[in-house]
Every structure is written in structure tokens, then in C-alpha cells.
């Protein structure tokens, strides 16, 4: 087990939205790539997904859930995830949580290591925008941590999100 100091930086983005930085126009995706809502996805699909994007990362928090714990947030009504493909390959995912409604949370947001640095992680973050702006929300809110790569807090900055509070944590990671 390894112990990592953080700090966890909280973001929101109130309405009235700047649009400047986010446009209600969907993302025209590079060639061979499609997103899509996935549905009640297989726990174990969401799993392999989940520690792919999230590994490097210290990402722990659905690590060792039960299956059923993990069904009942990401089957839950309320929860939309949207996955990125390459061909048939999910290669990043975004979850939302709506069950606060006007409030919407982005959940977890990432791609694979292999698709860093190509420009993706900035359509990812418009993509999932235009899917919670389809919504009408008063508030969208995310949080990101040092441990996150090095420019999740800069560009959740540049789409209008706003540091809201900080908290020192420590993650245990396996």
C-alpha cells in the first residue's frame, strides 16, 4: 500500500454559462472515432475502463466496490456515462451524476495513457459540457486533485470552471 498527499481542488461552473468557452454545438470527433450514452454498461467493461483511464492517477474510489455497490451508482437513473471509442476500443469515458438536479456533477472524466497529448482531453471536456448543458443546469461542478495529470486543472479552468475550495487528503492506493 502507498499513502499519497494531495489536495483536491473543487470547481463549479455557474449559469448564466459563458459560451465562448463551451458552444451548444456537438464535437466533430476525428475520423474513426465515435462517443456514445452507454446504458446499464457491464460492471466489469466499466471496471476495465475505470482502472485504464484512472490507474496512473491513483484513482481509487470504485476500485474495490461490491458488484453490487458499483451497479447501484452507475445503473442508478440518475447517472449518465458517455464513452469515447477508437474503431470498437473505448479509449476515455465521462460520468455524470444528475441526482442533484439543478446541480450536475462530473464525476470522472479521462482518456487511456495511449490517447494523451492529442488534443482529445479538450474535446472531451466540450463533449461532456454539451451533454450537461442539454440539461439546463444551474450549476456543473468537478473536482480534480494533484495527483490528476498536470493539465486537468488548467483546461477545466479555460471551459469557465471556477476553485470553489480546497482539502489537503491522503489517497491509499494498492
Not at 459560451?19 to 470527433?29: I, K, L, P, R
Not at 484513482?59 to 458488484?67: I, K, P, S
Not at 447501484?72 to 476515455?92: C, D, M, N, Q, W
Request: charged residues 30%; contains cysteine.
Amino acid at each position: 500500500m502507498s499513502r499519497h498527499p494531495t489536495t483536491v481542488t473543487y470547481l463549479a461552473m455557474e449559469k448564466p454559462f459563458d459560451d465562448s468557452a463551451h458552444t451548444s454545438e456537438a464535437v466533430a470527433w476525428p475520423d474513426g472515432l465515435s462517443w456514445r450514452r452507454v446504458d446499464n454498461m457491464p460492471l466489469d467493461d466499466y471496471r476495465r475502463l475505470y482502472d485504464e483511464v484512472g490507474r496512473e492517477w491513483h484513482w481509487v474510489n470504485r476500485r474495490h466496490l461490491t458488484d453490487r455497490h458499483l451497479a447501484g451508482l452507475i445503473h442508478h437513473p440518475e447517472t449518465r456515462i458517455f464513452v469515447l471509442y477508437r474503431s470498437l476500443k473505448a479509449i476515455g469515458f465521462v460520468e455524470l451524476n444528475l441526482r442533484f438536479f439543478p446541480e450536475i456533477e462530473i464525476v470522472f472524466i479521462g482518456l487511456v495513457r495511449i490517447e494523451l497529448g492529442l488534443g482529445l482531453g479538450k474535446k472531451l471536456v466540450h463533449a461532456a459540457l454539451h451533454e450537461i448543458l442539454k440539461n439546463n443546469p444551474k450549476r456543473v461542478i468537478i473536482q480534480t486533485c494533484t495527483l490528476d495529470h498536470p493539465r486537468a486543472l488548467p483546461l477545466y479552468q479555460r471551459f469557465g470552471f471556477r476553485p470553489y475550495d480546497r482539502k489537503k487528503v491522503v489517497i491509499v492506493d494498492d
